[in-house]
C-alpha cells in the first residue's frame, strides 16, 4: 500500500514539471477599462507611486529608491520596479527590477481619451521562470487577474461623480 501511495506522489511530482515545462515562460496579457477621469489624473494617479496606499488596497508602503527605482510592498511581497518609459498623460511603462522572484517582466500602462474618461490598458510582457508559479499562474489565478484588479482600483479612484441620495423623490 505504502508502495502504491509513493509511486502516486512521485507520478503526480513528474506530470506536474512535464505540465510546468510545456507552459511557456513567456506570457503577453492585456487589460483595458474606461476611468471617470481625464487622461492627465489617470496618469498622475499611476505615476505618483507614494500615493498607491491611498487607492491600491494590496499596497502597504512604497519606498522611492532614486528617479527611476521604486519599492512596493504589498501583501504579495515585495518588489522592486524600474521605471522604464514615461510619457505624461499617454504611456508609463515599469519592469520588476529584481532577479531572483521566479516572475519578472514589463507593466505598460496606455492612457486615451475616451468619451466617459480615459480608456486605460495595461499590458504585461511576461516572464516566469519558477515553475510552481507558472502552473499558478496561467491555472489558477490567470494572467490578467493582477492587471484587473489595479484598473478595478483606479477606476474606484477616478470616480469622483456625486451620487444622487438613495430614497424617495422631493414632493413636487
Known amino acids: 500500500m505504502i508502495k502504491i501511495i509513493v509511486i502516486a506522489v512521485v507520478a503526480l511530482v513528474v506530470l506536474f514539471f512535464v505540465v510546468a515545462a510545456l507552459i511557456p515562460r513567456h506570457h503577453v496579457a492585456s487589460v483595458s477599462r474606461v476611468v471617470h477621469c481625464n487622461p492627465a ?44 518609459e514615461d510619457k505624461p498623460g499617454e504611456r508609463y511603462q515599469t519592469r520588476i527590477a529584481d532577479q531572483n522572484l521566479g516572475y519578472g517582466g514589463t507593466w505598460t500602462y496606455e492612457f486615451a481619451p475616451d468619451a466617459n474618461g480615459t480608456r486605460v490598458t495595461i499590458t504585461e510582457n511576461g516572464e516566469v521562470s519558477n515553475p510552481l508559479f507558472r502552473v499558478l499562474s496561467r491555472f489558477v489565478f490567470g494572467y490578467t487577474s493582477n492587471m484587473e484588479k489595479v484598473l478595478a482600483a483606479l477606476a474606484a479612484k477616478c470616480d469622483t461623480t456625486p451620487r444622487p441620495n438613495a430614497g424617495p423623490s422631493p414632493a413636487r
Do not use: C, M, P, Q
Open 41 to 84: 489624473s489617470a496618469y498622475a494617479t499611476v505615476r505618483n507611486a507614494t500615493n498607491a496606499t491611498e487607492w491600491r488596497k494590496d499596497v502597504r508602503k512604497v519606498e522611492i529608491l532614486d528617479a527611476t527605482h521604486f519599492r512596493e510592498h504589498a501583501s504579495y511581497g515585495t518588489v522592486t520596479y524600474e521605471i522604464v
